[in-house]
């Protein structure tokens, strides 16, 4: 019983920590996606970015990272300790984290799709 609670432990932090690597990198290509396609083509990017841009584009930007960040916080607080055996993993926290991530993913694919679009 205790190696098989033992493996689901070790299976479970390496999928969260591959989840959360992944969701990591999307959501940073997908700003820098977005950027990239708002510098083509305007003489200033950024002015035309966050002050001639609609409103939503800077929603979504900031919403993003906001999300993002607390939800980096919240899997730092969750992974950390699950590494030592004797600590317990809470299913709910691990919830957060995923749910987290894909939503500030989405967020920021959505900003990457509106400047593709302008």
Not at 77 to 106: H, K
Request: hydrophobic share 50%; aromatic share 12%.
């Amino acid at each position: 019983e205790n190696e098989r609670h033992l493996l689901h432990r070790t299976v479970a932090l390496g999928l969260g920590c591959a989840a959360k690597s992944f969701f990591t990198m999307a959501t940073v290509l997908s700003f820098l996606a977005g950027i990239r396609t708002r510098m083509k083509g305007k003489e200033e990017p950024f002015g035309h970015l966050w002050r001639d841009g609609p409103v939503g584009h800077l929603f979504l930007v900031i919403a993003s990272w906001i999300i993002f960040l607390v939800t980096f916080a919240v899997d730092l607080v969750t992974m950390v300790p699950a590494f030592n055996v004797e600590n317990e993993i809470y299913l709910g926290a691990v919830l957060v984290g995923f749910a987290g991530s894909a939503v500030s993913w989405s967020l920021m694919f959505g900003y990457s799709e509106l400047a593709r679009r302008c």
